[in-house]
């Protein structure tokens, strides 16, 4: 079964300064992955998605993430944290085939200081 | 462009009374529908999914109901309303075009508390 684990509940970076948030993969093959932002009381907003090709991919807002299959990971990355990025961000995954089925992480909230 | 409608906004409901939340996609016709739940400061849990009109699936039970009315509206129901059932309710749709395109869309939500 696919599984995802974001191990970091909660991240502090102060503004300007670099990100990146952890997600750790289970599935047998490669899947297609996802980083989702959920800002204060609202629905969930797609960041980027990962389709088997380049590892590194480029999402909205100056966000990027990278896959390693060797390590089971698709951590999220952004040069340079604004105020307005402070929203909890899951990472999902989701098999090739039978896509009805797509897993999510807990989620991390990212907390930007100033 | 696709549109997801999501109503109500919110809701306080009573213990044991009955429920409906709807979900609308316009722009897009025959998409596959989705419905999550989300408890409150946790992950977000699938609950159904419908491919087509009248066809839902049922992934995770918690004594809810779906149904797949008409091409563009998925309806989640229940007679009697838990505490347990509080929490975020979000409807999704799929590009389903495969590859590279193929992506779940979510709509605003509706924020549910049962007292």
């Known amino acids: 079964a696919q599984s995802v684990t974001q191990p970091d509940a909660r991240v502090t970076v102060s503004e300007g300064a670099s990100l990146q948030l952890r997600c750790k993969y289970s599935?047998?093959?490669?899947?297609?992955l996802f980083w989702y932002v959920q800002y204060p009381r609202q629905g969930l907003q797609l960041l980027l998605k990962?389709?088997?090709?380049?590892?590194v991919v480029q999402g909205v807002n100056g966000f990027e993430a990278e896959f390693s299959k060797s390590n089971s990971s698709f951590h999220l990355r952004k040069a340079s944290v604004h105020w307005s990025d402070w929203a909890v961000y899951f990472c999902a995954v989701s098999p090739h085939s039978g896509y009805n089925k797509l897993t999510f992480g807990k989620g991390t909230v990212l907390l930007v200081s100033p | 462009a696709q549109t997801i409608h999501q109503w109500p906004v919110a809701e306080i409901k009573a213990v044991g009374s009955p429920l409906s939340l709807g979900c609308t996609i316009k722009?897009?016709?025959?998409?596959?529908l989705y419905w999550y739940w989300q408890a409150t400061g946790g992950t977000l849990q699938q609950l159904f999914y419908s491919i087509t009109v009248g066809q839902v699936e049922s992934v995770v039970q918690l004594n809810l109901s779906a149904s797949r009315p008409k091409d563009d509206q998925f309806i989640l129901s229940t007679e009697k309303l838990l505490l347990s059932h509080s929490g975020f309710y979000l409807c999704?749709?799929?590009?389903?075009?495969?590859?590279?395109?193929?992506?779940?869309?979510f709509g605003p939500g509706t924020r549910l508390l049962v007292l």
């Open positions: 722009g897009k016709s025959s998409p596959n």
């Open positions: 599935y047998f093959g490669t899947p297609y």
């Open positions: 999704a749709w799929r590009t389903g075009t495969g590859g590279r395109q193929d992506t779940q869309y």
């Open positions: 990962y389709y088997p090709g380049d590892p």
